[in-house]
């Protein structure tokens, strides 16, 4: 993996978000984060069926998380993963809760959901390599 960028969310809940590119192939994954802080156990307790992207009974916890990662950092991450050739999800634990949901919403052909558009992107017609990050 050459190219990687780490993105993270607004206010006192820090979401990391990181994408990463294989070198060779231009294939990306987006890696959501595991539970970060106390007050995430919430996300993981609260837990009744709701809408999200055309689906229903989807844990409203989980919903709720990707719902503000999406709203607050994916006009960085977008950019992004249309650099990509193909892009898979990574995620442990609550990271995991929200692979499943993304994946789920990005592979639904709801283009029309309001929850679809805040997480779409564009196809790349010419992947690119991201650009190499140095400690």
Do not use: M
Request: charged share 20%; proline share 3%; aromatic share 12%.
């Amino acid at each position: 993996l050459v190219g990687w960028d780490e993105f993270y969310g607004a206010g006192a809940d820090q979401d990391p978000v990181v994408v990463a590119q294989d070198s060779v192939s231009l294939d990306c994954a987006i890696v959501f984060a595991g539970t970060n802080d106390f007050l995430e156990i919430f996300t993981s307790t609260t837990q009744y069926g709701t809408g999200y992207c055309g689906f229903q009974h989807v844990h409203v916890g989980y919903r709720n998380e990707l719902w503000q990662i999406t709203r607050h950092i994916f006009k960085h991450v977008r950019p992004k993963l249309e650099s990509c050739n193909k892009v898979v999800c990574v995620g442990h634990s609550l990271g995991g809760a929200l692979c499943e949901i993304f994946a789920a919403c990005a592979n639904s052909g709801h283009y029309a959901d309001p929850d679809y558009k805040l997480l779409a992107w564009k196809g790349a017609k010419n992947s690119t390599l991201l650009p190499e990050v140095k400690g």
